[in-house]
């Protein structure tokens, strides 16, 4: 994927997350970052357990979208320890 792709993705993924596990994003550079990490998390999730998002932009906005919203739970688990 080409840099505008992963940006896209990124916004797309942790503006969805936010607004699942908050209500809103978090603001357009923190959405992008949330979204690129969650990517990293959830590709490494799904090939862990052996499952084939299908490839394409929307099975990659789907794996980061997963990977976001687990990265926003264990931050809101570790900011109450």
Request: charged residues 5%; without cysteine; glycine residues 26%.
């Amino acid at each position: 994927m080409g840099i505008i792709t992963w940006l896209i993705v990124g916004l797309i993924a942790g503006w969805g997350a936010g607004k699942v596990m908050k209500g809103g994003g978090y603001g357009i550079v923190v959405d992008i970052i949330l979204g690129i990490l969650g990517g990293l998390l959830g590709g490494w999730l799904f090939g862990l357990l052996g499952v084939w998002h299908g490839g394409g932009l929307i099975g990659s906005i789907i794996v980061a979208f997963v990977g976001a919203v687990i990265l926003v739970w264990i931050t809101r688990l570790l900011k109450k320890a």
